[in-house]
Nanobody
Framework: QVQMVESGGGLVQAGESLRLSCTVS????????MGWFRQAPGKEREGVSC????????LYSDSVKDRFFVSRDNAKNTLYLQIDNLEPEDTATYYC???????????????????WGQGTQVTVSS
């Protein structure tokens, strides 16, 4: 059974940084493409970044490019999202997602992912 737990969220001021983590258990982590999504109150879930199984391919949404950096450590079964220069518009619940995929691609669409974490809240004050 795949289990995913996000951590690292919190209340920060605009301009600060955070590193979110997503630890995966119950499966072979390096067989999965991974994604980060966020959902603000009253808005649809948005894909912000993804990474393929080998970390050879990453994608970012235009809204976060150059501030968000995704990485993974397959030896630690952990996915990361470094968020720099946080903005109030980044306030949302952040979710990690996993999909079995050993190819060179990853996805920013939530509909491509089967497994989800419970989310971690990021709140950015101005």
């Amino acid at each position: 059974q795949v289990q995913m737990v996000e951590s690292g969220g919190g209340l920060v001021q605009a301009g600060e940084s955070l590193r979110l983590s997503c630890t995966v258990s119950g499966t072979t982590f390096d067989g999965y493409a991974m994604g980060w999504f966020r959902q603000a109150p009253g808005k649809e879930r948005e894909g912000v970044s993804c990474i393929n199984w080998s970390a050879g391919k990453t994608l970012y949404s235009d809204s976060v490019k150059d501030r968000f950096f995704v990485s993974r450590d397959n030896a630690k079964n952990t996915l990361y999202l470094q968020i720099d220069n946080l903005e109030p518009e980044d306030t949302a619940t952040y979710y990690c997602a996993a999909e079995p995929h050993s190819g060179t691609w990853c996805y920013l669409s939530q509909y491509e992912y089967t497994y989800w974490g419970q989310g971690t809240q990021v709140t950015v004050s101005s």
